[in-house]
């Protein structure tokens, strides 16, 4: 067994591992989900967006700079390690391993099966949708485990293609919107004056939080980069740029091809009957399944994530075994012990997303969103690190040093502080679950000491 992954990853791959990885699945997931926390305010949705998306390209921008300096073997744990110290790197890479990576992989499984429900005509929460679920997670898993190549290609073919029917729909939607006086009448009216706006801002940025997430993740492949401390800072920062003006420019679309009372009674069809108005029942379908496409590409793109979580961890010589999942194949020059391991994490969360979203709660009030709490607790992992970077990286400039830093620590602070409000009481029992997480790490990580 070997103990290092090759360079196999050109900036084009880099690019579409980050577009690829956030777009496809939470644009369509959350919009109907913005539009009915912001009661079919349409303004104070595009300003969620904006806002949620600021976040992210001020986070991704910090990390970038620190992306010239530092490359190991997973971007976001070397980056902690170098700012806060290799202890602050190994509790990061513990929970992005055990708790960050599966769930949003498993999430993005259900969010896949779902919408090929959609298409069939099947329930969303039956078993059927669990099956599949479960079926795409294991051909995702296949493909990064025996073929990683092939999964980068993967991406980019998918990322062109889940590209199509947000375009489509950004100009298209706007164009007939535009036409018809619909864009404007959704502007100009709120179906519902419910709550306070700031809480229902706070509420539709945290839910754009899973949309816009996933971009960190295309930092574990940095040591598979060619010349990574130059093409991870251009993929993350174009890759985000981009991501943004896409999202902003479908959420405009929608609004001109149905009403907000139409999209928000809509549920799981509303993307479908958005399309289908637009583009007719058939060329819709065709779109939608284009849609399904792009959510598969998303699922690939975590699951590549998920399956070096503990390889990140073994490369440092940390974490339980790191003599087994610090192993690569030679054959498919992957972490395959980490890869299994990622898998069945994926396998757990996704039994508990099922019985504490879907079919329960089966487990009272520890019943939370895995889609939305576990991305607000990595935004706080980001803090110490940027407080640290200004303090530490003395030879940058005074924007990159403190500006920028600054900026991303307030959208982080944020991005908290609008969790509270959003879910108030699942907070406390996701933080407790959370701890329980957190003490078994530390517990493995004393034991090796």
Not at 154 to 182: D, N
Not at 338 to 352: D, E, H, M, N
Not at 359 to 364: E, K, L, N, Q, T
């Amino acid at each position: 067994m070997e103990t290092k992954l090759e360079k196999r990853y050109g900036l084009v791959t880099a690019i579409a591992m980050v577009v690829g990885i956030v777009i496809g699945s939470g644009v369509f997931f959350k919009a109907e989900k913005i539009l009915n926390a912001t009661g079919g305010n349409l303004p104070l949705g595009i300003l969620a967006w904006v806002i949620g998306g600021l976040i992210m390209v001020t986070c991704a921008y910090t990390f970038a700079v620190m992306a010239t300096k530092y490359e190991k073997v997973n971007g976001v744990v070397d980056y902690a390690e170098a700012a806060a110290g290799k202890q602050y790197g190994y509790y990061v890479g513990w929970f992005l391993a055990i708790l960050y990576y599966p769930n949003l992989t498993c999430v993005l499984a259900w969010v896949s099966a779902r919408y090929t429900c959609v298409l069939l005509g099947w329930d969303i929460t039956g078993g059927p949708c669990m099956v599949i679920a479960g079926l795409y997670l294991i051909c995702s898993f296949g493909l990064n485990a025996l073929s990683p190549v092939l999964s980068g290609k993967f991406q980019v073919s998918t990322t062109i293609i889940k590209l199509i029917p947000l375009l489509l729909m950004a100009v298209v939607g706007t164009i007939v919107g535009l036409r018809s006086g619909m864009t404007v009448r959704n502007f100009t009216n709120v179906v519902e004056e419910t709550g306070d706006t700031a809480t229902l801002l706070f509420t539709a940025v945290v839910a754009s939080a899973f949309a816009y997430e996933g971009w960190i993740i295309a930092t574990s492949i940095n040591s598979e980069l060619k010349d990574s401390k130059k093409n991870l800072p251009r993929a993350l920062l174009l890759g985000t740029l981009i991501i943004m003006g896409v999202y902003i420019l479908y959420y405009i679309g929608l609004a001109g091809a149905v009403s907000n009372e139409v999209m928000m009674a809509g549920g799981e069809e509303g993307a479908k009957l958005a399309f289908e108005t637009v583009f007719s029942e058939a060329a819709g379908t065709i779109i939608f399944v284009i849609v399904v496409i792009s959510c598969l590409g998303t699922l690939n793109g975590l699951m590549l994530g998920c399956t070096r979580g503990m390889y990140a961890l073994a490369a440092r010589k940390e974490g339980p075994r790191p003599e087994l999942f610090g192993s690569v194949d030679k054959a498919t020059n992957m972490p395959s012990n980490s890869a299994i391991f990622g898998l069945l994490l994926c396998g757990f969360w996704l039994f508990y997303f099922y019985g504490s979203n879907l079919a329960g709660p089966w487990f009272g009030p520890f019943s939370f969103d895995t889609s939305e709490l576990p991305i607000v607790t990595l935004y706080a992992f980001y803090i110490p690190v940027f407080i640290l970077m200004m303090k530490k990286e003395k030879d940058l400039n005074v924007f990159k040093r403190f500006v920028m830093p600054s900026l991303a620590i307030l959208g982080c602070i944020f991005m908290i502080v609008a969790a509270c409000f959003a879910h108030r009481m699942a907070v406390v029992y996701y933080l407790i679950i959370f701890a329980a997480v957190m003490a078994i790490g530390i517990f493995i990580g004393k034991s090796r000491s």
